[in-house]
């Protein structure tokens, strides 16, 4: 009694402060490396920045995998490292090595940022925005930025990694390029002006006198105006200040990156969960945070959570809750059912809240969280949990009837079963031993479940065999004839069944092969269903989100994007009607840090995220598919794809956009594209297919300047000036030269550069008309005097896998299951002619199924293995536990039968189910065959003691198996959102409880009667 008040007191304390999360932690790691050089093409992104650092950084110890993606001016390596790497070591390697490999990056990039990378927590956890009626985009978004992100800094457990939407601050002169050439002044000489203007040096003290004194030589510019009357040089021996020339503003720079929330323009920071922190314990953070962010905030500056993904874990782990109770309910109905008395189900039933509870301290001091796998494996367990105790109270209650006084037969009662007990706690443990060699994502999800289903069983055996006796000598009367019985009609009736399977028995043991013939067949039966059954990686949930991703032409302007995405938003409210909570989109991208985080390369893209209300009626699905057509109908040469996985999908694709992903590496990014393009073309033949496209595009529209150096010297222009000069009026001189100013108001710094104004450089002839300075001549030079400048073409995005440049071709799909799509899609690839160099290969959720299946392939090969090598010392036999083995395959039967009854897929969840169903079978067939040998050493007379045996266990079995199948009933029916991950596992667990009972009280006593040695059973 005392340990029972430790548990309870136990678990009191420590289930609140267990972490809550959706799934289990992922232990793998890996690292990011995120390397600037604005404005820099893709193509020489990928081999001057990107190729050198997977190479660098690829020497770093335990890395499996490298993935690259390089755009303009932005190059992201990604290193996955295997789940054996502490995460520090990791870091640490990568950033050495990220570093060292600066000596060999061209000048002026930029170092290199290394960040954990959490690949299972791609999308992030919830956006916070920053709006107001009075500020700017620029504001806005400096507010984000910089104020922000540094207190979200202190925030526990989760990161604000960047800002979208607005634009960056600068300080831009604005020159005239007609006024530069008629004065002969090029960009540059103004920048090297503002260089020599305004400086930061330290001016260190000075001692005058008997006094130190410190120095502060204001050498930085206080205000914006102030940069006008900088003077750039001396014509005719005046001076020409900055104001003759252009105008000095507090602008922003060109913006290529839009965030709208319903509708307007906003500022958002995407809330990321850090590597190892939990999903709920994270947002409630922020959320707590909230208020006081806000005090702090300018006034007029509102802060907004959106898209909070902890809602939709909470409403999953509530309806677990919600199964789990209702499970807990229906296990005490049938105790009371058919125990027919309060205190007998009483006893019996207080060992499955305790070891409920005891499961909840193993949980804790093993660092599991409650997530939708602990918690289903609770709920996998609850019937399981009270046959133990009922093993128990029914030998109570047999030697009760033998004339032993309470006390005396609640002592031997329990050390009689002790073994019997203990076997089948062992086995169903045993079958999960097998985890300890899984390796991925299988043994992530499958770990937690093991630890749950031990920490159950071990919790109902010690409370079987200490608390059952003692409440049953307390709480029992010494006659049962003392007891009040009800239901009495229903126990009528399992005796009269009891004595109709007696009969039924005996016929069976007549026609023994028929029988196993029959069950051999429904066995072969049951394989080819299984084999033509659909299969997927997890199930699928109606998270009530979806992620369009969009992808106009190629060289597509940011504003022209926008108002793609207006008419597209616009078509969503009017789809979704009052359904609809929140439409968020994000167009283009920051060539910046924010780069990492987002799936667009460039301007021509752009995200919608659609988020309905928690009780929508129309499935996410079914409002992606009607948005399809009409977007396909309103928008063509448009690029849409529809993503609907959620937080779960996302973590165990990697954050892949589809599920299908079929890779193209080689070196040529022309023949690439070629092999890529047909396998798109083919995959869209395909009538369960949809938005399949290439991700990596080629024809970004670009200018080629190419300088004629023999001319350029002839004119005394110097070929670096004049690229500075281009620059300059394209994007500022901050991309190659940063000057900067610091505003006194906040501290903050901004770079100073010196442009052409928007309106100039949308003439057709800017490029030519660009001027630099002559070392030989008084004129300013254009470009047209010593370049050529023609049409040409520029990659999007380069992608590496490996080292390796990669294409990839993606499809969702809708009406068909991924594992026969892509069986289909394999099968045509092998017949495509691939030149030589190049090589097709299947990655995401596809490749992932294959490992995981395999892994779990052999864990039930395993599990079977250890079930009969600990039953084999028990019986003291190797011919018995075979016979208790095939019961396996009985289970299976009621497995593929049932999930062909209720149209689910083969997934992780149904194997961890039919696993599982191992254990339960095998549990049954050691209560009946150890009941059959004890009555076997007593009589000698096989048939005899086949008959009553079987009859002494059809009681406990039949209870048994129902306790099961009633406390996995609410979760196999899926009550409440969020709760369908769960459903295939109960309903192969039930499938499998139902067929190995009805076949196992037929069929082990045949076996048994087949293989069973006449004499001396005990030590066959």
């Excluded at 499955?352 to 909840?360: H, N, Y």
Aim: net charge neutral; aromatic share 8%.
């Amino acid at each position: 009694m005392v340990f029972v008040l430790m548990v309870i007191l136990l678990s009191t304390v420590l289930i609140p402060r267990m972490p809550v999360d959706i799934l289990p932690q992922f232990k793998k790691s890996a690292m990011q490396i995120l390397t600037l050089y604005p404005g820099m093409p893709a193509k020489v992104v990928e081999k001057d920045i990107t190729s050198r650092m997977e190479r660098w950084t690829g020497q770093s110890p335990g890395i499996e995998k490298q993935l690259s993606k390089s755009i303009m001016g932005v190059s992201i390596v990604t290193n996955f490292y295997g789940e054996d790497v502490d995460p520090a070591e990791a870091m640490a390697n990568t950033s050495s090595y990220a570093m060292s490999d600066m000596y060999y990056q061209p000048p002026g990039t930029l170092p290199p940022m290394v960040q954990p990378f959490d690949p299972t927590a791609s999308k992030p956890l919830m956006l916070l925005t920053v709006s107001s009626n009075n500020k700017s985009g620029k504001e806005l978004y400096d507010i984000a930025y910089y104020t922000l992100r540094q207190m979200l800094s202190g925030v526990k457990g989760i990161i604000a990694p960047a800002a979208y939407g607005g634009s960056k601050r600068r300080i831009y002169i604005y020159v005239d390029p007609d006024k530069l050439e008629a004065m002969s002044i090029s960009m540059t000489d103004i920048n090297k002006a503002i260089q020599d203007n305004t400086t930061m040096i330290p001016s260190g003290v000075a001692k005058i006198g008997d006094i130190n004194y410190g120095v502060d030589a204001k050498g930085m510019i206080v205000h914006v105006k102030d940069f006008n009357d900088i003077v750039v040089c001396y014509r005719n021996g005046k001076p020409i200040y900055i104001k003759d020339l252009g105008e000095a503003k507090d602008a922003g720079a060109i913006q290529t990156n839009i965030a709208r929330v319903d509708g307007k323009e906003q500022v958002y920071l995407p809330i990321f969960k850090r590597p190892k922190a939990n999903t709920i314990a994270s947002v409630n953070a922020v959320k707590e945070a909230l208020p006081k962010l806000a005090e702090r905030m300018p006034d007029g500056v509102k802060l907004n959570v959106i898209f909070d993904q902890s809602s939709y874990v909470r409403n999953s782990i509530s309806g677990l809750r919600n199964a789990g109770l209702a499970g807990l309910l229906l296990v005490a109905f049938v105790l009371i059912l058919f125990l027919g008395n309060f205190r007998t189900a009483f006893i019996v039933g207080i060992s499955l809240p305790l070891s409920v509870f005891f499961t909840f301290i193993v949980l804790y001091f093993t660092g599991q969280a409650i997530n939708s796998i602990t918690l289903g494996g609770i709920a996998l367990v609850l019937g399981l949990l009270v046959d133990n105790s009922i093993v128990v109270l029914e030998n109570i209650d047999k030697q009760r009837n033998e004339g032993k006084s309470l006390k005396e037969a609640s002592i031997s009662a329990a050390q009689e079963v002790s073994m019997p007990v203990l076997a089948s706690t062992l086995v169903i443990i045993a079958v999960f031993v097998p985890v300890m060699f899984l390796t991925g994502i299988a043994k992530f999800l499958f770990s937690p479940l093991a630890i749950t289903v031990a920490g159950a069983m071990i919790g109902s055996y010690i409370f079987s065999l200490t608390l059952i006796p003692v409440l049953a000598s307390l709480l029992l009367k010494n006659s049962q004839n003392e007891e009040k019985r009800l239901f009495k009609g229903f126990h009528n009736y399992i005796s009269n069944t009891s004595k109709k399977y007696e009969k039924l028995l005996v016929k069976a043991l007549k026609n023994r092969v028929p029988i196993l013939a029959s069950a051999f067949l429904l066995f072969a039966l049951s394989v080819f269903l299984l084999s033509q059954n659909a299969y997927e990686l997890f199930p699928e949930s109606d998270v009530g989100q979806m992620e369009i991703q969009v992808r106009t032409e190629s060289g597509t302007p940011l504003e022209n994007t926008e108002q793609v995405i207006i008419q597209m938003e616009n078509i969503i409210k009017q789809e979704c009607g009052d359904e609809l909570e929140q439409v968020i989109s994000n167009i283009g991208v920051f060539y910046d840090l924010p780069a990492a985080y987002t799936p667009n390369s460039g301007v021509q893209d752009a995200f919608i995220g659609v988020q309905l209300k928690e009780d929508h009626n129309i499935s996410t699905k079914q409002y992606a598919r009607r948005l399809r057509t009409i977007f396909n109908t309103k928008f063509p040469g448009v690029e849409c794809s529809f993503n609907t996985g959620g937080l779960i999908t996302a973590a165990l694709n990697e954050g892949k956009p589809s599920p299908i992903d079929v890779q193209v590496k080689g070196n040529d990014l022309s023949v690439l594209r070629s092999i890529a393009e047909d396998i798109r073309d083919t995959l869209r033949t395909l009538p369960n297919t949809r938005d399949v496209r290439v991700l990596q595009r080629i024809d970004a529209p670009a200018k080629d300047i190419d300088i004629d150096r023999i001319k350029a010297a002839e004119l005394g222009v110097k070929p670096v000036d004049a690229i500075k000069n281009m620059v300059s009026a394209l994007n500022s001189s901050t991309t190659f030269q940063k000057a900067f100013w610091i505003d006194e108001n906040n501290g903050n710094h901004y770079y100073v550069g010196v442009t052409y104004p928007q309106y100039r450089i949308d003439e057709i002839d800017v490029l030519s008309n660009v001027t630099t300075t002559s070392e030989l001549h008084d004129k300013a030079i254009p470009f047209r005097s010593f370049a050529n400048i023609t049409d040409s073409s520029n990659p999007v995005e380069i992608n590496h896998h490996n080292l390796t440049r990669e294409f990839n071709v993606y499809a969702n799909l809708d009406g068909g299951d991924v594992g026969r799509v892509s069986d289909e899609i394999k099968a045509i690839i092998k017949t495509m002619e691939v030149p030589k160099g190049y090589e097709i290969n299947f990655e995401g959720e596809v490749n992932v199924i294959s490992k995981s299946f395999e892994e779990l392939a052999l864990g039930l090969v395993l599990a079977t293995i250890f079930a009969f090598l600990i039953l084999v010392p028990l019986f003291r036999s190797f011919r018995q536990p075979f016979i208790i083995l095939l019961t396996i395959p009985l289970g299976f039967i009621g497995v593929v039968f049932l999930m062909k009854l209720t149209n689910t897929r083969l997934n992780i969840q149904s194997i961890m189910g039919i696993i599982m169903m191992i254990g339960i079978s095998v549990s049954y067939g050691n209560i009946l065959v150890d009941r059959i040998n004890s009555l076997f050493a007593e009589t000698t007379d096989m048939s005899n003691s086949i008959l009553q045996g079987a009859r002494d266990r059809f009681r406990p079995v039949l209870m048994t198996a129902i306790t099961t199948i009633f406390g996995l009933l609410p979760t196999a029916i899926g009550i409440g959102r969020g709760t369908e991950s769960n459903v295939p596992l109960a309903i192969a667990v039930i499938g499998g409880t139902f067929m190995a009972t009805l076949l196992t009280l037929f069929i082990i006593p045949i076996l048994y009667s087949l293989l069973a040695k006449p004499n001396n059973a005990q030590n066959d």
